[in-house]
Nanobody
């Protein structure tokens, strides 16, 4: 069992930066791949970034490549999402999710555990 809590969201101007954190509890976190997803009301939950259990493999959604960076600190049971050059279209609720496997996947259906989500709003 893994519990996930997101933090670091808020309001930022276009071009600015935010760092989201996903704090996890549970002994299996270090063996779990973790993903960040985002969702706008009325739309599907889309992949933002995902990282393998070891941190050696990552993948990103096309719209955030080159702007966002995912990382993890297994000693601190935390995964980070550094978001730079933010755009108004990045506005969404951001969710942290973990899988039972250590391998990355980009589909939300592959993730077993979810945080409650955190709002990120980018003003123009």
């Amino acid at each position: 069992q893994v519990q996930l809590v997101e933090s670091g969201g808020g309001l930022v101007q276009a071009g600015g930066s935010l760092r989201l954190s996903c704090a996890a509890s549970g002994r299996t976190f270090s063996s779990a791949a973790v993903g960040w997803f985002r969702q706008v009301a009325g739309k599907e939950r889309d992949i933002v970034a995902t990282i393998s259990a070891s941190g050696g493999s990552t993948a990103y959604g096309d719209s955030v490549k080159g702007r966002f960076t995912i990382s993890r600190d297994n000693a601190e049971n935390t995964v980070y999402l550094q978001m730079n050059s933010l755009k108004p279209e990045d506005t969404a609720v951001y969710y942290c999710a973990a899988r039972s496997s250590g391998f990355i996947r980009v589909s939300s259906f592959e993730y077993n555990y979810w945080g409650r989500g955190i709002q990120v709003t980018v003003s123009s």
